[in-house]
């Protein structure tokens, strides 16, 4: 079974800046007809980023195959040379030298809220890339994450015509399509991944409740944060609690994380289940860590924490 994994999203650089206070001590709902708020940020990083990226790192670190499916502009060669530096298939990235790499500017309050500012870039173009060609070499799954509007149209048009199931994960991209446009990727789609917030979105635009989402597909996924994230399959909702975290510090890419571990076992044969609950383990240890790419992948201990939580371990 091929363990080739294609994630059709972003490549981008974060900024991390953390404001040591509360948003809603400094936004006040009566003024913001006329919002004009600053925010002290003493502590500031520059990550790697990008939600292709971010899953692949994840994805990698468990033993699969991760195949990026993304852009970058003329400041991107750190973005490659990282990602192929840890095995992930680089091979289908497309250079635009006019352009930025897409880069995120998030500003996390101390009780995890986030503000964020995207500049896009090179992903605008993430159509240039072939899902085609990459799945003409064989994939077990792939994933349309968010990436430039004509890139998340192709390649979900493309992925279904290969016969490569894929999980359609809207994210921040959501708001770029209709109704009618969302009903044509989940018809598409083997599965959908998103998190509350989403859910409400998807439900009013496409005017179908999460079970109606969750009768078209195998499944649907709904991540909650702390509160665990709920599986839809076969006509039933489990419950999938999230894992608990010692010391939480930066919940940026903690949905991709989730989603890394979600495809591993997927492309691994795993059930629905017992791959929802990797992705949540994915999820709580990614939180300890500052950015989307630097927490652990030690596969010997996630086997030990999977066990632990969950019983016989699943690899």
């Known amino acids: 079974m091929s363990r080739r994994v294609l994630i059709s999203g972003s490549v981008a650089y974060d900024t ?3 404001f040591d206070g509360h948003f809603r001590d400094h936004i006040l709902p009566e003024r913001v007809h006329m919002l004009n708020v600053a925010f002290l940020t003493p502590r500031l990083k520059r990550e790697f980023g990008g939600c292709a990226a971010n899953i692949a790192y994840t994805l990698q670190g468990l033993g699969a195959q991760a195949v990026v499916l993304a852009t970058i502009g003329h400041d991107g060669e750190a973005c490659i040379d990282r990602l192929a530096a840890l095995g992930v298939d680089t091979t289908a990235i497309v250079r635009c030298e006019a352009l930025f790499t897409a880069q995120a500017f998030i500003t996390t309050d101390l ?6 500012a995207f500049h896009p870039g090179a992903m605008s173009e993430g159509h240039q890339v072939s899902a085609s060609t ?8 792939a994933i349309v994450a968010p990436n430039g509007r004509a890139a998340m ?10 016969g490569v199931p894929w999980l359609f994960d809207p994210g921040q991209g959501l708001p770029m399509f209709d109704g009618a446009e ?13 998190n509350d917030y989403e859910a409400g979105l998807l439900t009013e635009r496409t005017g179908w409740s999460e079970e109606e989402i969750a009768s078209r597909v195998q499944a649907l996924i709904v991540t909650r944060g702390a509160e665990g994230s709920v599986l839809y399959e076969s006509g039933r909702q489990q419950l999938i609690e999230a894992v608990p975290v010692d010391i939480p510090v930066d919940p940026t890419g903690c949905g991709d994380a989730y989603r890394g571990g979600l495809l591993f076992g997927l492309s691994a044969g795993w059930s629905w289940l017992d791959a929802a609950r990797l992705g949540s383990l994915m999820g709580s240890v990614k939180i300890e ?3 989307a790419q630097n927490h ?3 596969r010997a201990a996630i086997c030990a924490r999977f066990e632990a939580l969950w019983g016989p371990r699943k690899w």
């Open 296 to 298: 652990p992948v030690d």
């Open 153 to 162: 149209l192709s390649h979900a048009r493309e992925l279904t015509l290969a």
């Open 134 to 141: 990459a799945a003409a070499g064989g994939a077990a799954w």
């Open 16 to 18: 991390i800046m953390v």
């Open 289 to 291: 860590y500052q950015g």
């Open 182 to 194: 969302l009903r044509e990727f989940i018809e598409q789609a083997a599965a959908v991944a998103v």
């Open 111 to 116: 009780a995890d809220n986030q503000i964020t």
